[in-house]
């Protein structure tokens, strides 16, 4: 009986640290709020960032999900009432950074060097809705500048 206990003991650890690997959606985010409405100015509005973390994300969360983040909060949430335009979300640095991004629909959206080494997510039809937003470093848990951008006009154009 007492091999048993420890078997579940060390399954229940196993699996709280397993869940602490997860970014926390639900914590306050690092730079705040912000509430953006479809046809938004200025567009794209920014926000100055320290991009990073000490938690390396993996696949696990969805397909392209890299990088390193500060798991324990997201960098911004962004509350955002949608019209008829795409959603780009994307970010400027001299680093190699990543997004990692929990949208509306509960699911989550990465990218990694869609523009040179700047990641970009793009929502399409994008629900309204609380979108958590993570900026990463991909290959190292340096802290780097960087700027998120927040757009409805296509930037890779």
């Avoid at 950074?97 to 949208?103: D, K, Q, R």
Wanted: with cysteine; aromatic share 8%.
């Amino acid at each position: 009986m007492a091999g048993s206990t420890a078997l579940l003991v060390g399954l229940a650890l196993a699996a709280g640290t397993a869940l602490a690997q997860e970014p926390d959606w639900t914590a306050t985010p690092s730079y705040g709020s912000h509430h953006l409405s479809a046809g938004f100015t200025p567009d794209p509005w920014s926000q100055s960032l320290q991009a990073g973390g000490s938690t390396e994300v993996n696949g696990k969360l969805g397909p392209n999900c890299t990088g390193y983040i500060m798991a324990d909060a997201p960098d911004l949430d962004l509350h955002y009432t949608a019209g008829s335009m795409p959603l780009y979300i994307t970010v400027e640095s001299s680093a190699d950074t990543t997004l990692v991004i929990n949208a509306p629909d509960g699911r989550w959206y990465c990218n990694d060097d869609f523009i040179g080494l700047n990641p970009l997510v793009m929502f399409q039809n994008p629900p309204s809705g609380m979108y958590n937003i993570w900026v990463g470093v991909h290959g190292s848990n340096q802290m780097q500048p960087a700027t998120l951008k927040i757009t409805e006009l296509n930037p890779t154009h």
